[in-house]
């Protein structure tokens, strides 16, 4: 019963329908486009923004322009109307995750949203709980990589991550909270 | 209970006493006060106490200390009952079980073109700064993704520092309040402004006669400019000036002194010796923000130098007169007199002063030994001391404080002369509103134009506005709410909030400020200086009306002498400008040096002023004016103040520091934040000092009907200490009848009660600040008044215990004892060893903590409104109020000591002390206040189920209580605005949970990601909490304990540091520096 009511059982696999059919397996996987290029917050702010259509049009105002997949995109274009992307990786309102504090120690973008290059619609991959998150501020090694590589999606250690992980840890002093204000306030 | 008290003392005097007889003591209006009644409180004089019923030790105090929470848990009488809220919650789970179990979906809305250098989610800060009769506060403010959140002062200008005050900690909440106006109306029904421009056409044409505005003192480049421009093109216009806060005496006690107008600023810093002439100087002055930040800064008695000494004469406990080392609690129209025998003594010690003045005879032995010191000291002190008098003083002690500094050397030491001749209003406003409204009754105004204010209600009743007012024909009002004067205005506009829309103004100082808009009018509201070019515009056949963003730019460019043509003016200017002057994208690429070179050298300094806060060279010149002759009037029969022959009441019309004029009646925080004197909420009530209620007989919350030429009002008793004998006081600014829902809306629905009652009704044109022969008679009835002062009381072992130990929470000294025994504070109490039961924290890399300082602390209560602003903090209304539930997470303990004819006075900040061995934690059943690994304590309202435990284990009593959801009204369509306010970086909290103050949980978190982010440490003074952050006198400082340099590790060093009952070994993170004052061998008997 309390299992039933677990988020890994509730919410990974999470799949909403998007008001686009983007295909992260094809941006990134295919394409080879950074995380970063589209979330651009990433590195400085709680939040890693979606990007505004605009970003898309760099290339789509010149690529698949009739594309009948992208009607919904031009129309937010020209009617200046944002477009309503579903939230896939929601916390509840009461959890202060921030982005940055993450990303610039070296926790990469798979630790938590798993393989987006191999994801034709993004699917939440791991549980977002309280204990998961404090699996990894009680044991961060086995989580960490240099920060350069964070957005590596098939990033495989250079050396035993047991032994990586404790060096970087050491090298970034990493000591991550497990204080309740941390996240909650 | 208490045996020997004052009261008691005070009963025993008055049996002998002639009288006392049967007489009623009103019916010849006259005050039965013996001499010799005043208490003797030789074995009180170190005992301390927050309200008279503490003193007297009544019934109510008694079970106020046995119940922290109050009455029992009832619902709101408006509020759910247990049927309708199982109907409720069995529709909410059926819709739970249809939804799965996962919440709802939320949407992601990104920009379609983003705003260069936007980044969601991170709050970016805006210069800007909103005027208030005249004189402008700097401020900065917050604003979180485009939508303003908070209001804060502006850290580069030099009169915020960046502190600010208690409005302006509040005038978020006025931007976003349902109740403001939301179109034009004409004649009360829907209209638009082009309807109204078409009326304009017909208005205002010919010369202007029979036309007049009336707008509040400004001192708006652009305003002026406007007001100019119309003044051209309709010459016969009458423009009246008029605040319902009247500085009147202000400028013409400066007009007799030196002949011309000249606007004076106190250099506090400077000034050893501070004598005040009924002057709420640090809590009701246009500049009192920076006055108490140089205040304080004299005031340290670790500086090396002297500490100022300040003397308060006045008849209302103000928060200057808190703060004073030697207050004499005298009538308002006695002051002069005293006045007159501190220059006659001056006069005896050789300081030559100007003309002459007529003596001043027939003061109490006790005022003229008190004139004598002062003067003494004074004269000891020249070019080093100050003498300033209160705006409700006759233009006479205005000029005899002038008089009496340069006098003494003082001039351009400690008092500064500014020449203000580019915005000084007309010196007697009053007499010019006089002779309007006399027009206005005869009919030979047949359009008026109001441009923001509400005569209707503060112009005081004997001008009898209301009635010329609807003599007139076209009646324009332009206001941000539907108020008395609106509602009955041909014509009502509906004025932008200054959050949103372009203008500009000049501080106290002089120094211009523009002031940005933030968001985009929410209601398609105009600024007055808009609403004067369509005026403007209708005059000519093809006039255009202009926006605020044009208009305040060309006063921008003729200011700075930068405007050379007009396309510099209506060019756009850069991708991150519209057309429509709308908001700039973060001010902060202005500050950047790499400037692109597209800018010109008028947008260059336009960015630049934007970006500071201030136009650079703006600033009044310093002048030295000579003191000219004046004649000072005979002191009529100085009336001895204990002596009830003369005595005669006298009742004076204070300014609230939250009201103000009745501007801010609507603001539920103001409303809600306890006046740091009266502990009042809710309601002001009429003052009355405790001997002089004695002698009439009356009791806190009795009705009492005043009475004073001709005019008459109904309001309740407060028994306040430190009230002058023989005066009573009322504040301004209550009694609302069309502010809105939380002020009082007597029209539109009956539920909503009116808060306080409406002083403006007893005012006349020469009595605007004080009137004497008030006649007091008793109604009977009484009215329910909702003070904090015996809320959350710090039981230590109950209350004999408390006085047996005396002044043990807060400790006071003097600058004597200080260096006699500088720890002394820590010698106040003695406890064996401490030894923990619990195992004692061991704490890593920081260790937070914070150190008040009683010495500055002058009760303004700005921090408690900064901290509800930035922690969503919920209002819970009058009826939780009156039933301890208030939720305000600092409080301002304010303790009396000694004669309550003339107490001593102390102020506490209280708030959560983030105790090492906390007490709250160990009691909690759920872990939901857990220590962490930094020493705060952490609440975690998710996890809390409400037992209340902690709070009752908190023996500071800071901990709160959500009895109901405060913040369902949001569901409330008409509230949906108010969602815009909160802080997204705290949680709103809901029913049933506790709450508490966090040290500003998310201020530390945040910078420590961003110092972590940048791979620096954090330097000391990064985080500063909300409270910290409003304080005007520096009283507040937190940091990390761990770094001994810090600033707060320095402060705890100070051997007057001392930790509130520290004899509990829960260890307080937040620690007190005793307050220290310094008073004249002189004056203490």
Same mark, same amino acid.
């Given at each position: 019963m309390t299992w039933g009511f677990s988020p890994k059982t509730t919410d990974v696999g999470f799949q909403p329908v998007q008001p686009i059919a983007y295909s992260h397996a094809l941006h990134v996987g295919k394409l080879g486009l950074d995380c970063r290029y589209c979330h651009t917050t990433v590195e400085r702010a709680a939040f890693a923004a979606v990007p505004p259509p605009e970003t898309c049009m760099n290339c789509h105002g010149m690529v698949k322009t009739k594309s009948a997949k992208l009607a919904a995109l031009r129309e937010s274009w020209a009617t200046d109307k944002p477009i309503d992307w579903v939230k896939v990786h929601d916390l509840p309102d009461y959890v202060y995750f921030n982005h940055s504090a993450h990303v610039t120690r070296g926790v990469g973008c798979v630790e938590c949203h798993g393989r987006i290059d191999k994801m034709e619609v993004v699917a939440q991959d791991q549980p977002l709980s309280m204990g998961w998150c404090l699996d990894c501020h009680r044991a961060p090694e086995s989580h960490l990589r240099p920060p350069e590589l964070v957005t590596k999606m098939d990033y495989v250690p250079a050396k035993p991550q047991a032994e990586l992980g404790a060096e970087l840890r050491k090298a970034h002093n990493i000591n991550p909270p497990t204080d309740c204000s941390t996240c909650h306030r | 209970m208490k045996t020997v008290t004052i009261v008691a003392k005070a009963d025993e005097t008055t049996a002998d006493s002639p009288m006392t007889d049967d007489r009623s003591p009103m019916a010849d209006g006259q005050l039965p006060i013996a001499a010799n009644e005043a208490p003797k409180t030789d074995d009180r004089a170190n005992q301390f106490w927050r309200s008279m019923s503490e003193l007297e030790g009544t019934a109510e105090f008694d079970a106020a200390l046995a119940r922290e929470f109050g009455t029992d848990v009832g619902d709101k009488s408006s509020g759910v009952n247990r049927r309708? &809220?199982?109907? /409720? @919650?069995?529709?909410?789970?059926?819709?739970?079980g249809a939804s799965g179990c996962r919440w709802d979906k939320d949407n992601i809305h990104s920009f379609t073109r983003s705003p260069q250098s936007h980044t969601p989610g991170k709050p970016k800060y805006f210069a800007s700064a909103y005027e208030t009769d005249g004189v402008a506060q700097p401020v900065m403010v917050t604003s979180y993704d485009y939508r303003p959140i908070k209001v804060d002062g502006n850290p580069k200008h030099p009169m915020s520092l960046g502190a600010s005050d208690i409005t302006t900690q509040g005038t978020i909440l006025e931007l976003y309040d349902p =109740?403001?106006?939301?179109?034009?109306?004409? %004649?009360?029904? $829907?209209?638009?402004?082009?309807?109204f421009k078409a009326f304009a056409k017909q208005a205002f044409k010919g010369n202007g006669a029979g036309i007049a505005f009336l707008t509040g003192s400004t001192s708006s480049p652009s305003f002026l400019a406007a007001a100019a421009e119309l003044k051209q093109k309709l010459p016969q216009a009458t423009w009246v000036t008029f605040d319902g806060i009247s500085r009147d005496n202000v400028r013409q006690g400066a007009l007799a002194a030196f002949g011309k107008p000249v606007r004076t600023m106190l250099e506090l810093a400077n000034a050893r010796v501070i004598l005040s002439l009924d002057d709420d100087f640090l809590g009701a002055h246009p500049a009192h923000?920076?006055?108490?930040?140089?205040?304080?800064?004299?005031?340290?008695?670790?500086?090396?130098?002297?500490m100022s000494r300040m003397y308060v004469v006045e008849s209302r406990l103000s928060n200057t007169g808190g703060c004073a080392d030697h207050r004499l609690p005298l009538r308002s129209r006695d002051v002069k007199g005293f006045a007159l025998a501190v220059e006659q003594a001056l006069r005896q010690s050789g300081v030559s002063l100007e003309g002459t003045s007529p003596q001043a005879a027939g003061l109490d032995a006790d005022v003229t030994k008190f004139a004598q010191t002062v003067a003494r000291d004074l004269a000891a002190h020249k070019g080093a001391c100050v003498v300033t008098a209160g705006a409700g003083q006759p233009a006479e002690v205005h000029a005899i404080a002038h008089r009496m500094n340069v006098a003494l050397g003082n001039a351009g030491k400690t008092v500064s002369y500014l020449d203000h001749s580019d915005?000084?209003? !007309?010196?007697n406003q009053m007499m010019s509103l006089a002779r309007l409204i006399d027009s206005m009754g005869k009919g030979q105004v047949e359009t008026l134009v109001i441009l923001g204010g509400n005569p209707v209600y503060n112009a005081p009743g004997a001008l009898q506005f209301a009635q010329a007012y609807a003599k007139v024909k076209n009646r324009v009002h332009l206001s941000d709410a539907? =108020? $008395?004067?609106?509602?009955?205005?041909?014509?009502?506009?509906?004025?932008?909030?200054?959050?949103?829309?372009?203008? %500009?103004?000049?501080?106290?100082?002089?120094?211009? /400020?523009?002031?940005?808009? @933030?968001?985009?009018?929410?209601?398609? *509201?105009?600024?007055? /200086?808009?609403v004067m070019s369509m005026i403007s515009a209708a005059t000519e056949e093809n006039g255009v009306a202009e926006n605020g963003y044009t208009l305040v730019r060309r006063a921008f460019g003729k200011l700075t002498g930068l405007a050379a043509d007009d396309k510099t003016l209506t060019t756009a200017l850069s991708d991150d400008y519209d057309s429509q002057g709308a908001i700039p994208e973060g001010s902060s690429a202005a500050a950047d040096a790499k400037l692109p070179v597209l800018f010109g050298s008028f947008d260059r300094a336009w960015r630049q002023s934007l970006f500071d806060g201030v136009v650079n060279g703006t600033s009044f010149s310093k002048i030295s004016p000579s003191i000219q002759q004046f004649s000072i009037s005979a002191v009529d029969a100085p009336a001895a103040r204990t002596q009830a022959a003369n005595g005669e009441l006298e009742l004076t019309f204070y300014v609230d520091s939250r009201m103000g004029d009745g501007r801010h009646s609507n603001n539920a925080w103001l409303q809600e934040t306890p006046d740091f004197m009266t502990k009042l909420t809710w309601d002001n009530a009429l003052l009355v000092g405790p001997a002089t209620a004695k002698a009439l007989s009356l009791e806190d919350e009795g009705m009492v009907k005043l009475s004073v030429n001709g005019r008459e009002l109904t309001v309740p008793v407060l028994v306040q200490p430190g009230q002058a004998m023989g005066s009573l006081a009322l504040a301004m600014g209550y009694g609302r009848t069309a502010a809105g829902r939380v002020g009082g809306w007597m029209e539109r629905e009956l539920d909503h009660t009116v808060a306080g009652f409406d002083a403006n009704v007893l005012r006349g044109t020469e009595t605007v600040a004080f009137v004497a022969g008030v006649k007091v008679a008793a109604t009977g009835e009484t009215f329910k008044l909702a003070t904090t002062v015996d809320h959350f009381l710090i039981d230590q072992g109950g209350i004999a215990e408390r006085e047996r130990r005396g002044g043990e929470i807060i400790r006071m000294g003097t600058v004597e004892e200080y260096t006699h025994e500088p720890d002394f504070a820590k010698h106040m109490v003695h406890h064996p060893p401490l030894e923990s039961l619990f195992n004692e924290w061991e704490y890593g890399q920081r260790r937070w903590g914070m150190a008040i300082d009683l010495t500055s602390c002058t009760g303004c209560s700005a921090c408690v409104v900064a901290c509800t602003a930035e922690n969503n903090v919920p209002v819970v209304g009058k009826e939780q109020v009156l039933r301890n539930r208030e939720m305000h997470w600092i409080r /301002?303990?304010?303790? &009396?000591?000694?004669?309550?004819?003339?107490?001593?006075?102390?102020?506490?900040? @209280?708030?959560?002390?983030?105790? !090492?061995?906390?007490?709250? !934690?160990?009691?909690?059943?759920? *872990?939901?206040?857990?220590?962490?690994? $930094?020493?705060?304590n952490d609440m975690v309202y998710n996890r809390c189920i409400g037992t209340r435990y902690c709070s009752n284990n908190c023996p500071y009593k800071v901990r709160r209580f959500n009895? &109901?959801? &405060?913040?369902?009204?949001?569901? =409330? *369509?008409?509230? $949906?605005v108010k969602k815009m306010m909160n802080n997204p970086e705290v949680t709103v909290r809901f029913r049933g949970v506790m709450e508490k103050c966090t040290y500003c949980v998310q201020r530390i978190q945040n910078t420590k990601i961003v110092a972590k982010n940048e791979k620096r440490p954090i330097k000391d003074g990064e985080i500063v909490p909300a409270c910290a952050q409003a304080c005007a006198t520096d009283a507040i400082v937190f940091g990390d304990l761990s770094d001994p340099s810090s600033r707060v590790s320095k402060l705890k060093k100070l051997p007057r540091n001392y930790d509130v009952l520290a004899e509990l070994n829960i260890k307080p993170r937040t620690s007190y520096l005793a307050k220290i004052t310094n008073p004249n061998g002189g004056l203490v008997s």
């Open positions: - | 309708h &809220f199982v109907q /409720i @919650m069995g529709a909410s789970l059926a819709l739970a =109740d403001r106006s939301k179109r034009v109306l004409a %004649d009360g029904k $829907e209209s638009s402004w082009d309807a923000v920076k006055y108490s930040r140089d205040w304080a800064a004299a005031r340290r008695p670790e500086q090396g130098h002297d915005v000084s209003q !007309e010196p539907i =108020d $008395e004067t609106s509602k009955t205005a041909t014509w009502h506009l509906n004025a932008a909030h200054w959050l949103e829309t372009w203008g %500009d103004s000049r501080a106290y100082d002089g120094t211009v /400020i523009v002031q940005q808009p @933030m968001i985009r009018p929410l209601y398609d *509201g105009k600024s007055a /200086i808009e /301002i303990d304010r303790y &009396f000591r000694g004669d309550p004819e003339n107490p001593q006075l102390g102020a506490q900040p @209280m708030l959560c002390q983030q105790c !090492e061995n906390a007490p709250c !934690e160990q009691v909690c059943p759920v *872990g939901a206040t857990i220590h962490s690994s $930094e020493g705060l009895y &109901f959801n &405060f913040h369902e009204d949001l569901k =409330d *369509g008409r509230n $949906e």
